[in-house]
């Protein structure tokens, strides 16, 4: 199946500093998503990127499938954007399966 | 509205009880699963339902029963647990069709195993 490795798994900054988060798969990919798991368990959406570009607000994120990685920038962090952030693949095989990285844990210090 | 409702919030067992989690959606949304969450772990796929007939079961024990009584609505049905299986529950759904394959997530059910 594909392989996902998301980079760094921790990082801490100060508040109002940006920063870029990396996804990489071993394959080719026909869904991409982006989620944040807040502290208390809810995973939410952040994009669908199985190629492109998007922004929302403060945070964007670029998919280039032809070299098989993605990366979610967040400027100006505040502390609200602590948590965990997954990115997950699938692909023309995996059926209905998202793969999962092992996160990105994100912490922002007042 | 992309919400996906899971009941109940949080839930302690024995090993010896018998409990269900529930997951509704409204969405109209054809493909409905179940994950599970270890701490610091990230999900893990346990069963995909599609169309109301399960499609995956990614080798989960029996003591895991899932049910799907019709395309709005999936259950969890739980027997003879072990500590190990304490973990986070995550149910989550997708239209099934279209160009959009987008999972939307529940909060969750915490489960605690005595």
């Known amino acids: 199946g594909i392989q996902v490795e998301q980079s760094p798994p921790d990082l801490i900054l100060q508040e109002g500093a940006n920063s870029t988060l990396r996804c990489n798969f071993s394959d080719s990919v026909n869904n991409l998503q982006w989620f944040h798991q807040n502290p208390w368990g809810q995973l939410i959406n952040l994009f669908y990127?199985?190629?492109g570009t998007k922004q929302n607000g403060r945070l964007s994120a670029t998919t280039v499938a032809t070299e098989r990685y993605s990366l979610l920038y967040i400027s100006s962090s505040q502390t609200t954007d602590s948590g965990v952030y997954f990115c997950?693949?699938?692909?023309?095989?995996?059926?209905?399966?998202?793969?999962f990285g092992e996160g990105t844990q994100l912490t922002v210090n007042p | 509205d992309t919400e996906v409702t899971q009941t109940p919030k949080h839930l302690v067992m024995g090993m010896t009880n018998k409990k269900s989690l529930k997951c509704e959606q409204h969405m109209g949304h054809r493909a409905m699963y179940w994950y599970k969450q270890k701490a610091k772990k990230p999900p893990e796929l346990m069963f995909v339902y599609s169309y109301e007939k399960l499609s995956i079961n990614e080798s989960v024990p029996s003591r895991f029963s899932p049910e799907c009584p019709n395309s709005s609505l999936l259950n969890l049905h739980l027997h003879a647990l072990q500590p190990e299986d304490s973990a986070l529950y995550l149910c989550?759904?997708?239209?099934?069709?279209?160009?959009?394959?987008?999972?939307?997530f529940g909060a969750g059910t915490r489960l605690s195993v005595l």
């Open positions: 997950a693949v699938g692909g023309e095989t995996s059926g209905s399966r998202l793969t």
């Open positions: 990127i199985p190629s």
């Open positions: 989550a759904s997708r239209p099934g069709h279209g160009s959009m394959n987008i999972q939307y």
